[in-house]
């Protein structure tokens, strides 16, 4: 598996010069499996690029792409108007969400209603299907694929992608409880080669006036890594108000507690 970090940024996105090394895009990442076939996790802003690299790529030939949704969250979605396969024939998206088909149409139609977008999403010219994630895992070609319920506001989900003996881990959106770990994250990202996890708060910013927000921090998922012995921790869904310097200190902090953590970059590639 190849993944790809299009965007890391939670919330919004962010522009300026002390927010260029991880990146302003809202979340969005792609998995290549060893066989090429397509999964994006996510549809922030991050995925325009995507979108545009995949049209390049692949030219004249037909595109199956797998999109799974955490959840429908604004800073999750963002992107999709701006996805360029959208809006070609030769274009086939698969959208899973913990939804119902019926459901996850409908809310990603209103992203795209009049007076908000001139273009429709039922006018778009992609071929459009539409799956509730199955309650037990399921396969992708040889990539097999299972979810767990996180504790986000209206819910969110985390996904494990595993081929070959390798997995991915994607928990983004999740705050930990009050006491103790999140005990069905640590048994579902066991072993994972990969786990990226929600680092939207500092220890003290969440102590201090973050409680119930729905988010995490690089100390819990340190926590999580140590515990699910987890071969790389990449912190993501970066805070649009932390700058470079603060998140390269928040990576640092957490080395000391788990020295394999990385923080998640736009563009960044890692081979599985």
């Not at 996510?42 to 690029?49: E, N, S, V």
């Not at 988010?215 to 699910?228: C, D, V, Y």
């Amino acid at each position: 598996m190849e993944l790809t970090f299009w965007g890391v940024r939670g919330t919004a996105p962010v522009c300026g010069k002390d927010q260029i090394k991880y990146g302003g895009h809202t979340p969005c990442a792609s998995i290549f499996s060893s066989k090429r076939e397509i999964m994006i996790i996510d549809a922030g802003t991050g995925i325009m690029r995507l979108g545009d690299g995949l049209i390049k790529k692949m030219g004249k030939k037909p595109i199956c792409v797998h999109l799974f949704l955490t959840h429908f969250h604004i800073d999750h979605i963002m992107g999709i108007p701006f996805f360029g396969p959208l809006y070609s024939r030769k274009t086939r998206i698969v959208f899973y969400s913990p939804l119902i088909p019926v459901k996850t149409k409908k809310l990603l139609s209103r992203l795209m209603e009049s007076p908000f977008f001139p273009i429709s999403f039922e006018e778009t010219k992609s071929e459009k299907k539409f799956i509730k994630v199955p309650s037990n895992s399921f396969h992708i070609g040889d990539v097999q694929i299972s979810h767990i319920p996180l504790n986000h506001p209206q819910g969110s989900y985390a996904y494990r992608f595993r081929e070959n003996g390798k997995s991915i881990v994607f928990a983004t959106d999740t705050e930990h409880p009050e006491k103790g770990m999140d005990l069905q994250l640590v048994f579902f990202a066991k072993g994972a080669h990969i786990f990226v996890y929600d680092s939207t708060f500092t220890p003290n910013e969440y102590i201090q006036s973050k409680k119930g927000w729905g988010h995490s921090t690089w100390l819990e998922g340190t926590k999580i890594a140590r515990q699910a012995e987890v071969r790389r921790l990449y912190l993501s869904h970066f805070n649009p108000s932390h700058l470079d310097k603060e998140i390269d200190d928040i990576i640092n902090s957490a080395r000391n507690k788990f020295s394999e953590t990385y923080g998640a970059k736009e563009g960044l590639t890692e081979e599985l």
